[in-house]
């Protein structure tokens, strides 16, 4: 019983885009709504780090390291959550996971972003 449903990944060149789509299954669209979501990221041997996060009124919240690159965004009718991501550096390689930005569980199996020429 998948619960987030993460899309969209792939290898890209340095300087590439690319949009990422997280669909959240099992969420019921009145817990969704308001709930603030959120894009993780983990590369090889480093801990899962939050990326960039949305309220349930559209505030944003981005990592330092991608301030200015990457945009989240959501659709509730959907109930999916977007990041797209620009002038993409090596160091965005990594599994990308969606989840709840609270007490984040249930993990779904990622999507693989892997930039590189």
């Known amino acids: 019983q998948v619960h987030f449903l993460e899309s969209g990944g792939g290898l890209v060149q340095p300087g590439g885009s690319l949009r990422l789509s997280c669909r959240a299954a099992?969420?019921?669209?009145?817990?969704?709504?308001?709930?603030?979501m959120a894009w993780y990221r983990q590369a090889p041997d480093k801990e899962r780090e939050l990326v960039a996060s949305?309220?349930?009124?559209?505030?944003?919240t981005y990592a330092d390291s991608v301030k200015g690159r990457f945009t989240i965004s959501r659709d509730n009718a959907r109930k999916s959550v977007y990041l797209q991501m620009n002038n993409l550096e090596p160091e965005d390689t990594a599994v990308y996971y969606c989840?709840?930005?609270?007490?984040?569980?249930?993990w779904g199996q990622g999507t693989q972003v892997t930039v590189s020429s």
């Open positions: 099992r969420m019921i669209t009145s817990t969704f709504n308001p709930a603030t």
């Open positions: 989840n709840t930005a609270v007490n984040p569980k249930n």
């Open positions: 949305i309220s349930g009124g559209r505030s944003t």
